[in-house]
């Protein structure tokens, strides 16, 4: 199973999908929530660079915001 965290807050509805579409498919992941944590807040924005919610680091591959395409790639999804 692939190693991935998704850096979240309150009110992100597309942080909502994001969680959403890895239980459906049954993907394992931790959650960041950057209001409720100031460590996991300066990890998103100094090293990865990322000033967005969702932010997904999937095997060490960062995805900022959501964006199906590349969180089915980095899943491992074929079409």
């Known amino acids: 199973m692939k190693?991935?965290?998704i850096y979240t807050q309150p009110?992100?509805?597309p942080c909502e999908f994001a969680k959403l579409f890895l239980q459906d498919k049954g993907f394992p992941y931790e959650l960041k929530d950057i209001q409720k944590d100031a460590n996991a807040k300066k990890e998103l924005i100094n090293k990865y660079q990322s000033y967005t919610t969702p932010t997904?680091?999937?095997?060490g591959k960062v995805i900022t915001g959501f964006?199906?395409?590349q969180l089915q790639q980095a899943l491992g999804f074929t079409n």
């Open 3 to 5: 190693n991935i965290t």
């Open 11 to 13: 009110d992100c509805p």
């Open 56 to 59: 997904f680091v999937i095997e």
């Open 67 to 69: 964006d199906l395409e």
